[in-house]
């Protein structure tokens, strides 16, 4: 049997590397010798390790999306922390995932200051956002974890999934935003932002929240 080093494994942007038959313990130092500040992201489930590093075209969307939901969240005066890429993991779970963007809005209070998540006692995010570009997401790990609701852009469209009984059902309204058209309008300013540019998208996304808001 060849035994190979983390850092002999070399990951190119827009590409993911598979590891099957991971422990929990060697999830663990892996995530340890990866450290914090890296490019990549990772995702764990039932001894499945995936590592993948975005694309360019994958930061561009995911920064944009927060950015959108932020404005969003702000005109409606609801509360929020956002805890962006933070691992969320479970031991009892066997499953652990790095999403692209995270908000705690119903249960933000718990979140203001905190640096450290235990989700065996911690609620997970109201909210997470992935960008699927090379890879889909990985729904199990979700599911283990119990992430209420999840968006998924996935070229150009927006994907949104509630969690009922334990699975994921599509669903054309969101759980927090349940009076606005998020998935049409989201995937609207996301491509303004692409065409006109993000600053003249997001004003321009803030003057239609708040017309909506009013009408």
Not at 193 to 208: E, H, S, V, W, Y
Request: hydrophobic letters at 40%.
């Amino acid at each position: 049997m060849v035994t190979l080093q983390l850092k002999q494994i070399r990951v190119q942007p827009g590409q993911r590397v598979i590891l099957e038959d991971i422990s929990w313990q060697e999830f663990e130092a892996i995530l340890d010798e990866l450290g914090e500040h890296r490019n990549s992201r990772v995702a764990y489930s039932q001894g499945t390790l995936e590592i993948m590093v975005p694309l360019p075209e994958h930061e561009k969307p995911k920064v944009i999306i927060g950015d959108l939901v932020k404005i969003l969240l702000d005109e409606l005066d609801l509360y929020w922390e956002s805890l962006g890429s933070t691992t969320f993991k479970r031991e009892d779970m066997t499953a652990g995932l790095e999403p692209d963007d995270c908000f705690y809005i119903q249960n933000y209070r718990l979140m203001i200051g905190r640096e450290r998540i235990d989700l065996s006692v911690d609620p997970p995010p109201d909210l997470a956002i992935e960008i699927d570009v090379t890879s889909k997401t990985q729904v199990s790990a979700y599911q283990a974890l119990k992430v209420p609701e999840i968006w998924r852009y996935i070229q150009g469209r927006l994907e949104i999934s509630l969690l009922q009984e334990d699975k994921y059902v599509n669903s054309q309204t969101s759980l927090v935003f349940q009076n606005f058209r998020v998935i049409e309008e989201i995937p609207r300013f996301v491509e303004m932002a692409r065409t006109t540019g993000t600053t003249l998208a997001l004003r321009a996304f803030r003057k239609f929240v708040k017309e909506y808001i009013t009408n």
